[in-house]
């Protein structure tokens, strides 16, 4: 659903968010990516940021570097799942990070206008972290990288059971910094040095946490 989540903004309820999904449903069938150009198609604010959803895409330095690290981590032939990302899962797909093109990547997003990236799109909708088809098998993931769409004990929750059931080892979460602790208990993840950044200000601290030696612990 998002990149980021910030406090300022309010929580919507099922009700309102499945009424403005069928409205960008039907206002946004897609064709304004699958009419543009591969280095459009692909860049990232293609699909515009609606704070309504909780939408806030991660700055352009800030999507290379979280799309360098998975590449790095996922090796020859990683299959990278993009749950509530697609800023990392659009740069994956530019073509602009090293061995980005030996790597399989797939977007996991509440927003059907991501649908126009075809097969690489999932719908996800964290309130049912385990409603995926046959085609979505557990442990299927070299690499999952992980926003959840709110700064929420309810949300992490969710979202952890989506992560450990795609996950074969390796584990990117990116959310608040207030979500420290609960991140460790549920995924065993550790803060990472590294501060990711958006397009917006965001109000919440902003953190990456990972459960496996990286270079984000470092830098």
Not at 87 to 99: A, F, N, P, T
Request: net charge negative; charged share 25%; with cysteine.
């Amino acid at each position: 659903m998002s990149d980021s989540d910030d406090d300022d903004f309010p929580a919507l309820s099922a009700h309102t968010l499945a009424a403005l999904q069928e409205f960008y449903t039907e206002t946004w069938s897609g064709s304004d990516l699958s009419s543009s150009t591969q280095s459009d198609q692909f860049a990232v604010g293609a699909v515009e940021e609606d704070w309504r959803m909780s939408q806030f895409w991660y700055s352009d330095e800030t999507a290379t570097r979280l799309a360098e690290e998975v590449v790095r981590e996922a090796g020859e032939g990683g299959r990278i799942a993009c749950v509530s990302s697609p800023s990392v899962y659009q740069k994956l797909k530019q073509g602009v990070v090293e061995g980005s093109q030996r790597v399989s990547a797939v977007v996991f997003e509440y927003d059907r206008r991501f649908a126009a990236y075809g097969d690489d799109f999932v719908f996800y909708d964290y309130n049912e972290p385990l409603s995926f088809s046959a085609d979505v098998p557990p442990r299927s993931f070299t690499m999952v990288l992980a926003d959840p769409p709110y700064l929420s004990e309810e949300c992490l929750r969710k979202v952890a059971k989506t992560i450990k059931y795609l996950s074969k080892s390796k584990v990117l979460l990116c959310t608040g910094e207030v979500m420290e602790n609960l991140a460790k208990e549920l995924l065993d993840v550790t803060k990472c040095r590294f501060l990711p950044k958006h397009n917006r200000n965001l109000s919440n601290e902003f953190r990456c946490f990972v459960n496996y030696p990286s270079r984000l612990l470092s830098c």
